[in-house]
């Protein structure tokens, strides 16, 4: 049996798409989780394996060290080689990156480049990557050819990744780049969710607020030119973005059986944005947000919104869930870890 490797399979995104990867395809291949809690808990671990009814391998190993890398590849080689690479292990927080740009390079540059070697030097062939939206300009509808221009490191990280992934890809393999917006919600049972160590998005934020943790949410800059003067962005539902990682990593395997060598990349959004008030509004029905306005913060950009017609049309994958169900199934995952 071979397995998939699942780099970040602790945090928000990496641990419900491993749920839903598991539903999917969880009996054909062994799952390997890596990890280094950086910005999460163990306990997800304990979370992942009550849904699924089963205990996964778990390595908490940073992939900014090669040798520990290397030897979870090592370990697997003779029994479940991995064959396939679900990579979501990043520092990702805008402000932080604009304050440490060494620091955001170090991790998420290198750390994917140790990954990379290894997948060279173990012929694993099947790289799937967690990009970003924030390759790009502020833009409303922005498409996979609207070119790279990132506005902070963070950004200028998974731009400097993508170029090494199809730098690679010419000597042949398969290479997904999923450059995906905004991802909120939570499951629908509430055990798994966003609880960063340390929130830098909005919703975390406006959890933090829902609960009584903080006081209120401060909304950065009300005179962007949008309609509200806030910040306008794609959100897309957790579980959606997750589905699209199962629907991309069968098309690898597709392609893998076939011995076809393969690149693409595509934006994973729902194509309509909403401001910052959007969402506290819509959340508000469920329980008051006190916010309140200040300074705008450097490296935010007033409105992105994924144009996702290639995703429909070369992958059949469309999102399913509106803001409605984002903020319930949020609100739903935050009271329960009270």
Known sequence: MQSILITGGLGYIGSITITELYKAIGKQYKIIILDNLSNSKIQVLDSISSIIGEQLDLHIVDIQNYNQLSEVFNK????????????????????????????????????????????????????????????????????EEAPFKPSNPYGETKVTIEYLI????????????????????????GKLGEMPNKPNNLFPYIEQVAIGNLEQLYVFGNDYNTHDGTGIRDYIHVLDLAEAHVVALQELIKRDEKNENYYDYFNIGTGKGFSVLDIVNEYSKLVPIKYQITNKRVGDVAILVANPNKTKEKLGWIAKRGLTEMCQDSYNFIKSKQ
Do not use: M, W
């Not at 990702?92 to 998420?108: D, F, H, L, T």
């Not at 393999?173 to 049972?189: E, I, M, S």
């Open 76 to 143: 697997y080689k003779e029994t479940n080689p991995i064959n396939y690479i679900i990579h979501f292990a990043a520092l990702k927080a805008v402000g932080e990156s604009v304050e440490n740009p060494i620091k955001y390079y170090q991790n998420n540059v290198v750390g994917t480049l140790n990954l990379l070697r290894c997948a060279e030097e173990y012929k694993c062939q099947n790289f799937l990557f967690s990009s970003s939206a924030t390759v790009y300009a502020p833009g409303e509808f922005v498409d």
């Open 166 to 189: 199809k730098s690679l890809s010419k000597k042949g393999g398969r290479y997904l780049c999923l450059r995906y917006f905004n991802p909120v919600g939570a499951t629908k049972d």
